[in-house]
């Protein structure tokens, strides 16, 4: 008799006490269960183990390394990634599993079902947010990408008919507090890229237009007032990565700055010795 594939739920965490255990609990029909602890101080990691959960440290600023160590850790025949935040519906499940089963393709694309704000995102940009999750293991080689990392595989794709439940953006200061790390990310990356120097208006500029073309050009405002402050967030977000760009490309730099005047002060109170 021909063993059935095996599959791997994968989840990468850092300090997401609230939310593991319900994610977890939407993955139970999968084989293996694992957790790749990105440097937690809370009580993630035992909530994970408390539930049959194996978890793996690993850390790192980079969610493609992360995915690709989580592949190299795995033991099943197929691996499914999904974040803390996001939750399995049974037919998706169900719909996973059969495809898994026939093997028709190597590589399944879920749609995400946002929900931000408390309320579901039909527009906005957010309504076509596909993703690649569902991986042949063997056809998986790694990911790339330092703000939003892509998998690297061969082999054709299948887009499922159910969604993936994303329960995001659940208040301000979490939400504000995500944006600051990925906005330094993106500045680093527009740094490097040497992208010309920013001005007062490349600032308002690029937050203004970004919040433009997710109200008008996308139709945020059809989401209502809860669409209006996300696209207010991203230009918000824009504002800062260009912010941040701007800083970078001081010379001499901020710190260089406050240290030398940390050294002139300094001086001032040795002269008076």
Known sequence: MKKSPSISAIIIAKNEE?????????VAWCDEVLLINNNSTD????LARNMGVRVVDFHSDSFAKIRTEALLKAKTDWIFYIDADERV???LSQEILVNI???EVPVLKIKRKNMMYGKYFNHGGWQNDWIERVFLRSSLTGWKGVVHESPLYKGEVKKLHHELIHLTHRNTQSNFIKSAQWTKKEAKLLFKAK???VTLVT???KSTMEFLRRTIIFGARKDGMEGLIESLVQGMNKFL?????WELQQKPSLEEKYTAEEKRIANLWKKTK
């Open 18 to 26: 609230s939310m593991i255990a319900n994610c977890i609990d939407t």
């Open 43 to 46: 009580g993630t990691t035992q």
């Open 89 to 91: 519906t049974p037919k």
């Open 101 to 103: 089963e026939t093997a």
């Open 195 to 197: 992208t010309k120097k």
């Open 203 to 205: 600032l308002f500029r």
């Open 241 to 245: 990565v260009y912010l941040q760009l």
